[in-house]
């Protein structure tokens, strides 16, 4: 399946979309969702920009380059690792207490409270991001192409 629209499905609650080819994937009108399991994929764009109830997103092994939680204020379960990202815009700046790059071979690069780290002058290699929040710390990869 290539083309899958949710939008009259506005009471969904939890989505798993594993191994698919569609390139993007709509979420907007789906303000009830809680959990977005969508790994191995080959999405490129995904739109959450009005899912304030979305607890858990995994969207591993994808090619997105952008993730905006900006409306997304109980996102406490992330995980996008072998994507894409340039950036990722709003993870629950209420919990979230330091945000930390890494080398592969562990030398610490970067370290901020803020989510929107520039990546734009670093070279294109394969990172570690380490995000600590109040409860959990989340590591995952980041690819900068």
Do not use: W
């Not at 969508?38 to 979305?54: E, I, Q, R, V, Y």
């Amino acid at each position: 399946m290539t083309n899958l629209d949710l939008n009259a499905n506005i009471d969904l609650e939890n989505l798993e979309r594993y191994s698919n080819k569609q390139p993007s994937l709509d979420l907007s009108k789906n303000t009830k969702v809680e959990m977005v399991l969508c790994s191995n994929s080959k999405f490129t764009t995904m739109n959450l920009s009005n899912n304030p109830a979305l607890i858990q997103f995994e969207c591993d092994s994808n090619s997105l380059t952008t993730l905006d939680f900006s409306k997304c204020q109980k996102l406490s379960d992330l995980h996008c690792d072998n994507n894409k990202l340039i950036s990722i815009a709003e993870v629950n700046k209420s919990k979230l207490l330091q945000v930390q790059l890494y080398s592969l071979s562990g030398e610490l690069i970067k370290t901020t409270s803020d989510v929107n780290m520039d990546l734009s002058e670093l070279s294109s290699e394969t990172y570690s991001v380490r995000i600590i929040a109040q409860n959990e710390v989340s590591i995952q990869k980041v690819i900068k192409l």
